[in-house]
């Protein structure tokens, strides 16, 4: 039995009355501590803990507004990483919750809202559903959320991710995508997945390559006001434009270079060869 299976099967007991119920952690202490990215919402501060059946010290809680992830590299997907890397994280859970705020509320009852603080609409980028994460349903924003750390080359392809939803009545978790199926299709060269980590570490690799000139020119989209991206794919995409971007302010190629060829596995030699002139 997988650590999330004896998780649910713990809040299954909990949410039938069996107020004891808890995952036997003596058996999973290979896959523990979790790193958890909720909501903000404090109907979870007491609820969520005690829904999960796990001691406190087994659990690297995250929060931010809905749970969102903007992008493979955004500062959510940063702590994840250190989650991972510095405090020993195993595996990763996106928990969303039923009756969502963040979901609930409408662009213009959020300009509203932030015009009664003193906020300036011309200081807001254009798009507020796509900068603060609005979403339509809280299992569509899980999915999101879940893709994107999959896509994320901050994580490793062993770190499960998990996505679930609670729901705040009765505490019941739903499990939405099963990490250690991801985990498995990861593997296999031909899935969507693993090809997009591979793109994904390519990029992050030849960035690391990159003087630091170049990268202070460089804007990830999460940065770009008003710019943002959707899923892995669209960061990819975004990527291969901050690369045309940096072959702009190199300059134009050496006389008699060929052009780069405009699918995306070409990202990594564009890139390396911007680099080259740069260093030139
Ligand atoms: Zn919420």
Redesign the pocket.
């Known amino acids: 039995m997988h650590l999330f299976e004896a998780i649910v099967a713990a809040n299954r007991r909990r949410v039938a009355g069996e107020k004891s119920a808890s995952v036997p952690v003596a058996e999973f202490g290979a896959a523990l501590p979790i790193a958890a990215l909720?909501?903000?919402?404090v109907r979870?501060n007491h609820l969520l803990p005690d829904m999960l059946g796990l001691p406190e010290e087994q659990f690297i809680w995250l929060r931010n507004?809905?749970?969102i992830v903007t992008g493979p590299v955004s500062s959510t997907m940063r702590s994840l990483a250190m989650a991972c890397a510095i405090k020993g994280a195993r595996e990763i859970a996106i928990i969303?919750?039923s009756?969502?705020?963040?979901?609930k509320t409408t662009a213009m009852q959020l300009l509203d809202r932030l015009a009664a603080l003193g906020v300036e609409r011309r200081r807001l980028p254009e798009n507020l559903v796509e900068y603060f994460g609005l979403f339509g349903t809280?299992r569509q924003n899980v999915l999101k959320a879940v893709d994107f750390v999959r896509a994320s080359p901050l994580i490793g392809a062993r770190v499960p991710v998990h996505g679930l939803v609670i729901d705040l009545k009765s505490g019941q978790l739903e499990w939405l995508v099963n990490g250690y199926q991801g985990f498995q299709s990861v593997a296999r060269p031909v899935s969507k997945v693993g090809r997009m980590l591979q793109k994904a570490d390519d990029t992050l690799e030849t960035l690391g390559q990159i003087g630091s000139l170049a990268v202070g020119e460089l804007k990830f989209p999460e940065t770009k006001i008003g710019e943002i991206v959707q899923t892995g794919h669209d960061w990819v995409h975004k990527a291969e434009q901050a690369a045309t971007v940096i072959e702009d302010k190199v300059g134009p190629k050496p006389a008699g270079a060929s052009d780069p060829p405009p699918l995306l596995p070409s990202l990594a030699d564009r890139l390396k060869a911007a680099t080259r002139r740069t260093q030139k």
């Open positions: 909720t909501c903000i919402d979870l507004a809905g749970n969303g919750h009756d969502c705020l963040v979901g809280e």
